[in-house]
């Protein structure tokens, strides 16, 4: 007999709580008796200014703080192991389904071989009223299939309000001229390499049966579907990526759930893929919002529909999708999000009390090179501020590496590792982290030049796959 879930939770409850303990105890942030840095006089000992500069860095750090609250109450308040789903109707009686897949047409045999792999997803499930959609800017010649439909982008299409890249082609399908969905109808968006599972399948028929909400999302993990590669430096690359974006699965089960359970709001704003949306409501918020709505057209269109009144909810069941290949697309993937969500928050279109939160969160991102500067300039000018202080401050770091270890478990099947794997892990977590750090500190100081209208694609194919990939057909 297996573990049931909730005991799964509890005892992940229990080590967070007595990681978040053992970490600041060690770390000096949670002191139960004197120590030496309660008695030194920083203004004496470090000087004025080197204090002051000290006391500002230290604040900053506390930009992260809503995140990190959000992230707990999700992985303490929310079951992080939840059962298998079962449909709560027929999947024969659902409304009509469109799953949009938005490709530039780069990666035709990528996008053939998911289309297969997700049309017989949804068939095993049970669903028969429902389409693939591919919109493409250039031509795929998809084989023919009732249930597959491939909308080339018009070279000559402008929006209103010249939306670019990803954002121009979601609002074609949008025009009275090419929606083919009625109000009641809904739309599930994917990436090219987006993977439904049999899972999300049924998380997204429950959520549509429900008829509380107009949108919703749910968890992607990057580890269930490996890339295979020819060249061991990109499969070295591709992996240590993955692990890194174990912190992206986590954010997934704390902040992302907490939000739209508790709040039912994309309050962090949400990502660009497991998109569930009603197609009425699509159309009334629209992705017609120019240029500076189209770096992140995801995110955009999430607090433009908060600040409308529509209602969110979290979607049971994952998907899987593919970390990026190489240390460079990790980086620019990273840089093309911050500027994104920098020109959502900017942008004179939304309210400032709708856009808040997410602005604290992206502010918290834009200084993490100062912030992280604390883990140097702390060891040099020691000084406390306060206990109170000095215990969230550690707080906060001790959260941001669990993030690494619980997205790690919750997306790699460790149950199945032996004791030297077990260890190993540990390093690959380590040098995971350290990267994603100076990563994003990189991308954040890069993030300033260039074109800010340019939408970087990450590599998606890779040659030893393409070979593979060339006979596949959608049938």
Same mark, same amino acid.
């Given at each position: 007999?297996?573990?049931?879930?909730?005991?799964?939770?509890?005892?992940?409850?229990?080590?967070?709580?007595?990681?978040?303990?053992?970490?600041?105890?060690?770390?000096?942030?949670?002191?139960?008796?004197?120590?030496?840095?309660?008695?030194?006089?920083?203004?004496?000992?470090?000087? @004025?200014?080197?204090?002051?500069?000290?006391?500002?860095?230290?604040?900053?750090?506390?930009?992260?703080?809503?995140?990190?609250?959000?992230?707990?109450?999700?992985?303490?308040?929310?079951?992080?192991?939840?059962?298998?789903?079962?449909?709560?109707?027929? @999947?024969?009686?659902? %409304?009509?389904?469109?799953?949009?897949?938005?490709?530039?047409?780069?990666?035709?045999?990528?996008?053939?071989?998911?289309?297969?792999?997700?049309?017989?997803?949804?068939?095993?499930?049970?669903?028969?009223?429902?389409?693939?959609?591919?919109?493409?800017?250039?031509?795929?010649?998809?084989?023919?299939?009732?249930?597959?439909?491939?909308?080339?982008?018009?070279?000559?299409?402008?929006?209103?309000?010249?939306?670019?890249?990803?954002?121009?082609?979601?609002?074609?399908?949008?025009?009275?001229?090419?929606?083919?969905?009625?109000?009641?109808?809904?739309?599930?968006?994917?990436?090219?390499?987006?993977?439904?599972?049999?899972?999300?399948?049924?998380?997204?028929?429950?959520?549509?049966?429900?008829?509380?909400?107009?949108?919703?999302?749910?968890?992607?993990?990057?580890?269930?579907?490996?890339?295979?590669?020819?060249?061991?430096?990109?499969?070295?690359?591709?992996?240590?990526?993955?692990?890194?974006?174990?912190?992206?699965?986590?954010?997934?089960?704390?902040?992302?759930?907490?939000?739209?359970?508790?709040?039912?709001?994309?309050?962090?704003?949400?990502?660009?893929?497991?998109?569930?949306?009603?197609?009425?409501?699509?159309?009334?918020?629209?992705?017609?919002?120019? @240029?500076?709505?189209?770096?992140?057209?995801?995110?955009?269109?999430?607090?433009?529909?908060?600040?409308?009144?529509?209602?969110?909810?979290?979607?049971?069941?994952?998907?899987?999708?593919?970390?990026?290949?190489?240390?460079?697309?990790?980086?620019?993937?990273?840089?093309?999000?911050?500027?994104?969500?920098?020109?959502?928050?900017?942008?004179?279109?939304? %309210?400032?009390?709708?856009?808040?939160?997410?602005?604290?969160?992206?502010?918290?991102?834009?200084?993490?090179?100062?912030?992280?500067?604390?883990?140097?300039?702390?060891?040099?000018? %020691?000084?406390?501020?306060?206990?109170?202080?000095?215990?969230?401050?550690?707080?906060?770091?001790?959260?941001?590496?669990?993030?690494?270890?619980?997205?790690?478990?919750?997306?790699?099947?460790?149950?199945?590792?032996?004791?030297?794997?077990?260890?190993?892990?540990?390093?690959?977590?380590?040098?995971?982290?350290?990267?994603?750090?100076?990563?994003?500190?990189?991308?954040?100081?890069?993030?300033?030049?260039?074109?800010?209208?340019?939408?970087?694609?990450?590599?998606?194919?890779?040659?030893?796959?393409?070979?593979?990939?060339?006979?596949?057909?959608?049938?």
């Amino acid at each position: 007999m297996g573990v049931s879930s909730q005991t799964k939770h509890l005892v992940q409850s229990t080590f967070l709580i007595s990681w978040i303990f053992l970490f600041c105890f060690y770390t000096e942030g949670l002191r139960f008796g004197p120590h030496p840095v309660d008695s030194l006089d920083p203004w004496v000992t470090h000087g @004025p200014v080197v204090t002051v500069i000290i006391i500002f860095l230290r604040f900053l750090s506390f930009l992260a703080l809503p995140q990190t609250l959000f992230n707990l109450v999700g992985l303490l308040t929310l079951n992080t192991f939840p059962e298998k789903s079962s449909f709560k109707s027929s @999947p024969l009686l659902s %409304p009509f389904v469109c799953v949009r897949v938005v490709t530039r047409g780069l990666y035709p045999n990528l996008v053939k071989k998911t289309v297969k792999t997700n049309m017989n997803t949804l068939l095993d499930a049970g669903l028969e009223n429902f389409v693939i959609q591919v919109v493409t800017d250039q031509p795929l010649h998809l084989a023919g299939d009732k249930r597959v439909l491939e909308t080339v982008v018009d070279s000559t299409y402008k929006t209103k309000s010249g939306a670019l890249n990803k954002a121009r082609a979601l609002q074609y399908c949008l025009e009275e001229d090419k929606n083919i969905l009625g109000d009641d109808d809904w739309i599930v968006h994917l990436d090219e390499e987006t993977l439904l599972t049999d899972g999300s399948v049924r998380g997204i028929m429950n959520f549509i049966s429900s008829g509380k909400h107009s949108f919703g999302q749910g968890l992607i993990t990057y580890a269930n579907n490996p890339a295979h590669f020819k060249s061991y430096s990109k499969y070295i690359q591709n992996r240590i990526c993955t692990v890194a974006d174990s912190f992206r699965v986590a954010d997934d089960m704390g902040k992302l759930r907490c939000q739209l359970k508790y709040f039912n709001k994309p309050l962090f704003g949400w990502k660009g893929s497991y998109v569930i949306c009603n197609a009425g409501a699509e159309r009334k918020v629209t992705f017609d919002w120019g @240029p500076d709505g189209s770096k992140a057209e995801d995110c955009f269109f999430g607090i433009v529909a908060l600040d409308q009144g529509y209602s969110f909810d979290f979607i049971e069941g994952e998907m899987h999708e593919k970390s990026p290949f190489t240390f460079q697309d990790f980086f620019k993937q990273r840089k093309r999000w911050m500027q994104g969500i920098y020109m959502v928050c900017r942008s004179p279109l939304i %309210p400032v009390q709708s856009k808040f939160i997410l602005s604290i969160s992206l502010a918290s991102w834009l200084t993490m090179p100062l912030s992280t500067s604390n883990l140097v300039l702390s060891q040099l000018y %020691p000084l406390s501020i306060s206990p109170m202080v000095d215990f969230l401050l550690s707080f906060i770091g001790a959260m941001g590496l669990y993030m690494y270890i619980f997205g790690y478990i919750k997306q790699f099947n460790i149950h199945r590792f032996s004791y030297f794997r077990m260890v190993l892990s540990i390093f690959e977590i380590i040098l995971a982290s350290f990267l994603s750090i100076i990563v994003e500190n990189c991308a954040v100081i890069c993030m300033w030049g260039g074109d800010w209208y340019d939408f970087y694609i990450v590599e998606k194919e890779n040659d030893a796959e393409e070979a593979s990939e060339e006979s596949v057909e959608v049938v």
